[in-house]
């Protein structure tokens, strides 16, 4: 590998002194002059027609700006892949606490009376709100069909395969919604006028969705929309479409008031009105040789989008991508769909729909493993994936792909034989079940198939006088590094210490745009396009005889000051470049899904107290390869927090629904991780450097959500006996398994 | 019109300086330091007691601030993230925090720094339940807690005072 200075060190996080001191400005920790507060008033059914907005109450209402659909000068929709959610229902609403009516007022303890006093008057209509429902067309909410969107996958002949099988199993999993739950809720400011255009400030993972939706609905050329990110409390997807309607919203009532508006979600709206992580049923079904070997995957997908498309296609997407796992299987057939339902839209959250088919996937196995009598281990081991041999979607391995290794270092590491062996001898003599499962997984880091082509990301670099580098890209820092890492990136690049590397504030008014910070992206492909800008600068330097290869860190800012003296402003302009042997086949579904992937074996041991059904994680090691590791801590820190996401997600996290409706949108009864319920997480790297990411790096950011439900699933049904397949394991849930008989 | 009757004056320490305040006597303590006092560090997670970004000292117990109407802080001594570097100087806690990962996005951090200070005001060298019981009330969905687990134990591994 090559020797990085840089690189690879636990450089301290770049924007860490002023989250310490409190002094990080997050949006609602910002106030213009004049600025008024905003507030969204929703509707509560699932489905009906809208028959009259009243205002009630004593409430002075001459002195609100109050906005609806027809307020709007553009077009009534958050433009995403396509235009079909509206800014402000108008006419019928397809979904509970889909926003109808804005207000606006200087004092917000009465604006909240006020949200309260109007009534919306809705004649309602027969919703759907099951995935069984949509499929049947009990009621036609969405489309022709309520399909949002379906794919078919296939490789080799799944149907001839059948035949010849030793075993044919079948399972069915599902798993529930999960809230994405950042500590800030979110909220944006907006200035809107005609004189200046719309300026909007806030918390979001991507300023140039929020400025392409704010471009629709004001109807207004692209340069008079500016979006800039404040410091931003955590994202995991949540923070990625939804931040545009608050930004279209909290411009519309700045628009028609004149005035700064502020438009901060309280944590029971966040809960209620925003995406969360989609509902999935998968199915499968699976032919295995008597010697262990997969013969044929036939896998069937199902999400439950919501009441509009937003992102379902491409979640749905990485999903069924990610179904069939790391293993070689000749014969392989993925149907998915995503369907409406008259909820909210689900959307983005960290893995993206793969969390979702990885976790029926990875259960699955166990059970096959077991109904042909090998260890789940062993049974994997046969088929583990290797260099050469194709994915599901045929796509050719070209990277080292070692996951025997990687599983052995994770059971090492776990004492996973010893403890399955011993928990095995012991549990029948207790009431404290002991169990010990893994999840061996991929992940694919950037935008699906041609999807970086057409993102076709920008990144520009700048050098002042002074020797300071300025980057300029859109790509958010909400929590998991972005600042630093790009620092350490541009600074191994130029010979310099980061500090001398300055991360520009994402403003679409001052940035290009290097796409949205999603999909474990940003550090492998932003990443690369911040290592070629930094080279750019470089060369320039070095090409006009400002600076010798090899120059002392010291001879820079004499050199950037010489070069602007004489040739003017020292910048870099880089455009991503596909690179031209990976091909996509968005017809076929077919080809190179990802540029590179992540590999795992993560390792969980719990234990089950089978009087109050209480599960506990009392151990977990994740053991991954992720190409070269920038910055240890920062990484560690994103799979211990994945993690953490995970247990959540198999264990605690239940979103409990009434009518398309979050009945439980409180911390208080949406229970997440606290500091008592996670174990020691031990983290390891492996490290095969990919050749075309930031000095080896590929991506990680989504990686930990995949495999972390799985194996504590596994683990409970190896604690158990029972068959676990649907998540969250929550105690009442396995309280019933443990009561049923067998 | 409005429900929140007349406004009291209310008189305490904020970070060592007295401060007089003007606020409806239930107004969130956590409101009113943000909005009267200037005091942005001071977080709204939840605003029902669950995740503890709200966090400050009270007469050196830890409150969420969210849940403590100001007429109760009548005399009190409050303390918040702003007090707790010396000048430019950087508390251990706060330098271990930055050192070992325990912050990332941030918005949990203030009140999970005045958490582990509370602790370690209580127990220098605590144990590791000690420190997963003292920062119980306070949520973080980015770490999954370990890197501030460690930033706890390095912050009192000198055994010097953590403020």
């Known amino acids: 590998m090559k020797q990085t200075r840089i690189i690879g060190t636990s450089v301290p996080r770049k924007e860490g002194r002023a989250k310490v001191t409190g002094r990080a400005q997050y949006v609602d920790d910002i106030a213009l002059p004049g600025m008024i507060h905003g507030a969204t008033v929703r509707n509560s059914v699932a489905r009906g027609r809208i028959l009259g907005i009243h205002f009630e109450g004593e409430i002075p209402w001459k002195e609100f700006t109050i906005v609806t659909a027809k307020d709007i000068p553009g077009k009534n929709c958050i433009a995403l892949l396509i235009e079909d959610q509206p800014c402000l229902a108008d006419g019928v609403v397809n979904h509970p606490e889909e926003p109808v009516v804005l207000l606006a007022h200087p004092d917000k303890y009465l604006l909240e009376e006020a949200r309260r006093a109007v009534r919306i008057e809705i004649e309602p209509l027969p919703g759907v709100f099951t995935i069984d429902d949509s499929l049947a067309r009990k009621q036609i909410i969405w489309g022709k069909d309520n399909i949002f969107k379906s794919f078919l996958v296939e490789k080799g002949d799944v149907d001839s395969a059948w035949a010849s099988a030793a075993r044919i199993v079948e399972g069915e999993y599902e798993t529930g919604a999960q809230e994405q739950l950042y500590i800030e809720p979110q909220g944006m400011i907006a200035q809107a006028n005609a004189a200046e255009g719309v300026t909007v400030w806030g918390s979001l993972q991507c300023p140039y969705y929020a400025h392409k939706a704010l471009v629709g609905v004001f109807g207004l050329p692209m340069d008079r929309i500016r979006v800039v990110q404040t410091e931003t409390g955590g994202g995991f997807g949540g923070k990625e479409e939804y931040p545009s309607m608050i930004a279209c919203h909290a411009a519309l009532l700045a628009w028609k008031s004149g005035k700064p508006v502020k438009l901060i979600y309280d944590r029971a709206e966040d809960m209620a009105a925003t995406t969360k992580r989609h509902p999935s049923r998968t199915r499968h079904r699976t032919a295995v040789a008597a010697d262990g070997k997969l013969l044929a995957m036939e896998i069937d997908f199902t999400l439950d989008g919501g009441a509009y498309q937003t992102l379902s296609p491409v979640v749905l997407s990485r999903g069924t991508i990610h179904a069939a796992g790391p293993y070689n299987c000749a014969n392989v057939r993925i149907r998915s769909r995503a369907v409406a339902t008259n909820a909210p839209p689900h959307g983005a959250f960290r893995g993206f729909g793969a969390p979702q088919s990885v976790f029926a996937l990875e259960r699955h196995l166990d059970r096959v493993a077991q109904a042909i009598g090998l260890e789940p281990d062993e049974f994997r081991r046969r088929n583990f994936i290797r260099e050469g041999q194709t994915l599901a979607v045929s796509q050719p391995v070209r990277e080292k792909v070692d996951m025997p290794r990687l599983m052995d270092h994770a059971f090492e590491l776990s004492r996973y034989r010893e403890k399955r062996r011993r928990f095995d001898a012991e549990n029948s003599a207790s009431e404290i079940k002991k169990g010990i499962g893994f999840a061996s997984f991929l992940h694919g880091a950037g935008f699906t198939g041609s999807g970086e082509e057409h993102l076709a990301s920008e990144v520009a670099a700048e050098a002042t006088r002074e020797g300071r580098v300025h980057i300029m890209a859109a790509s958010t820092e909400m929590g998991q590094g972005t600042n630093t890492i790009f620092s350490q990136i541009a600074a191994e690049a130029l010979g310099l210490d980061p500090h001398q590397i300055e991360i520009l504030q994402p403003d679409t008014a001052a940035v290009p745009n290097s796409g949205p910070t999603v999909a474990s992206r940003t550090a492998m492909i932003v990443g690369k396009l911040v290592e070629s800008a930094a080279h750019s600068l470089q060369q320039k330097l070095i090409q006009g005889g400002f600076l010798k290869p090899g120059y002392p860190a010291e001879d820079f800012p004499e050199a950037c000051r010489r070069y602007i003296q004489k040739t003017g402003p020292l910048e870099a302009f880089i455009k991503y470049e596909h690179p031209t042997d990976l091909h996509w086949d968005d017809h076929n579904y077919r080809g190179d899904a990802y540029g590179a992937y992540a590999w795992a074996v993560y390792v969980a041991e719990v234990s089950v107290d089978t009087r109050t059904a209480e599960v506990r994680v009392d151990d977990f090691v994740a053991v991954q390869e992720v190409g070269k590791v920038i910055n240890p801590v920062l990484a560690a820190g994103q799979i211990e927090g994945g993690v953490a996401q995970g247990i959540g997600f198999a264990l605690y996290e239940n979103v409990v629904w009434h009518e398309g409706r979050m009945v439980n949108g409180q911390m208080t009864n949406y229970i997440m991780p606290t500091s008592m319920d996670v174990p020691p997480i031990r983290v390891h790297f492996e490290e095969i450097p990919y050749a075309r990411g930031p000095a080896g790096a590929k991506g990680i950011g989504e990686l930990p959500l995949d495999g972390t439900a799985p194996a504590i699933a596994n683990a409970v049904a190896h604690a158990t006996g029972r068959e676990i397949t649907r998540l969250p394991i929550t105690a009442e849930a396995l309280l019933e398994m443990l009561e049923a008989h067998v | ?163």
């Open chain 2, 1 to 163: 019109m409005s429900k929140r009757g007349n406004k009291i004056r209310v008189e305490c320490s904020v970070n060592g300086r007295a401060v007089a305040l003007e606020a409806y006597p239930m107004a969130r303590l956590l409101d009113v330091l943000r909005e009267q006092c200037g005091l942005t560090g001071t977080k709204e997670g939840c605003g029902e007691g669950e995740c503890g970004a709200c966090s400050v000292e009270i007469d050196g117990t830890l409150v969420n601030s969210c849940l403590v109407p100001v007429l109760q802080v009548n005399g009190a001594a409050i303390s918040t993230i702003e007090g707790m570097a010396h000048g430019e100087r950087l508390a251990k806690i706060q330098q271990a925090f930055i050192t070992h990962g325990g912050a990332q996005c941030g918005i949990c951090t203030p009140g999970m720094i005045l958490a582990a200070a509370n602790l370690l005001a209580r127990y220098p060298n605590p144990s590791e339940a000690q420190i997963r019981e003292g920062l119980a009330g306070n949520l973080c969905r980015c770490t999954g807690y370990i890197k501030i687990f460690e930033s706890v134990v390095a912050a009192c591994r000198a055994g010097e005072p953590p403020a």
